[in-house]
């Protein structure tokens, strides 16, 4: 099963894959052993519906990495109902990463 949220539905965090992405894939699993499955849910919920995101959250993001925030945030943008508003979901991205890095920082 998946997470519903809002008027989305994410599979939990099981991307379909070719062969050309085994290297993403070893990335992306790689990035999920770094975040707690709820700390991923919230990143992605603040991203795609507007959401709000926890000091802790922010710590655990921070602490991932950036090269990883990046890619959970981009597996879930390749969704072809969201592909249109990419700018959209970049922009709020870099935003949190941006808010996630001064409230890691000031802590």
Not at 21 to 33: G, H, S, V, Y
Request: overall charge negative; aromatic content about 12%.
């Amino acid at each position: 099963m998946g997470y519903t949220t809002s008027n989305y539905y994410f599979c939990a965090f099981v991307p379909a894959f070719s062969v050309e992405e085994a290297e993403a894939k070893l990335l992306w699993d790689a990035c999920l052993l770094k975040i707690s499955p709820k700390c991923a849910l919230d990143i992605i919920e603040v991203v795609f519906e507007n959401r709000t995101i926890t000091d802790a959250c922010c710590h655990d993001l921070v602490q991932e990495g950036k090269v990883c925030h990046d890619t959970l945030i981009k597996y879930i943008d390749d969704r072809p109902f969201l592909v249109s508003l990419e700018t959209q979901y970049l922009k709020k991205s870099d935003h949190l990463w941006t808010h996630c890095v001064s409230i890691s920082q000031t802590s």
